[in-house]
């Protein structure tokens, strides 16, 4: 699938009109998520999923977005920073933003089969950890969802076929 443009999500900070985006890869046919850490006003990183470019099953945007932050501040520890993205966080990223310790998450639309925030399970405030992360779901929601919507629609529908090869 190849289109033409390449899709912005902004998702604004409880109002403040303070735009951050996250980068989503349609033209790599890529799963259109993307993530951005930022401290104060300062964006660190920005990423997308690059699970199919790069064979990497942990090519999450948001891991790529915490590799990046991690690299910009000479540290692993996060403190202090929020992760923006446009879709709930998996098992896997929510451990990496508890492991980062990131203050505060922000997220698009829900994610009903591996949402590890809110919808399948809460795995950033379990009382066993040692850090817990301030969350806001379903900040522009339904553009998100419908960003992803769209990409699987796309994505399934079979190729049109030329009339001249039939």
Request: proline share 5%; hydrophobic share 40%.
């Amino acid at each position: 699938m190849e289109l033409l443009f390449r899709p912005v999500i902004y998702i604004y900070d409880s109002g403040s009109r303070r735009a951050l985006h996250g980068i989503c890869a349609f033209e790599r046919d890529e799963v259109p998520v993307g993530a951005v850490v930022v401290r104060g006003e300062e964006i660190l990183a920005a990423a997308h999923d690059e699970k199919e470019a790069s064979a990497d099953p942990t090519a999450h945007a948001e891991l790529l977005a915490l590799r990046q932050a991690a690299r910009a501040v000479g540290n692993w520890r996060l403190e202090g920073c929020e992760l923006y993205v446009t879709l709930e966080p998996c098992p896997m990223c929510a451990g990496a933003m508890l492991q980062a310790r990131i203050a505060r998450l922000v997220y698009g639309a829900r994610n009903s089969r591996w949402g590890a925030i809110e919808s399948v399970c809460s795995l950033h405030n379990l009382p066993e950890f040692n850090h817990t992360i301030q969350v806001s779901g379903g900040v522009m929601e339904k553009t998100c969802a419908q960003l992803l919507q769209r990409y699987f629609r796309e994505k399934r529908q079979p190729e049109e076929k030329n009339p001249e090869e039939q």
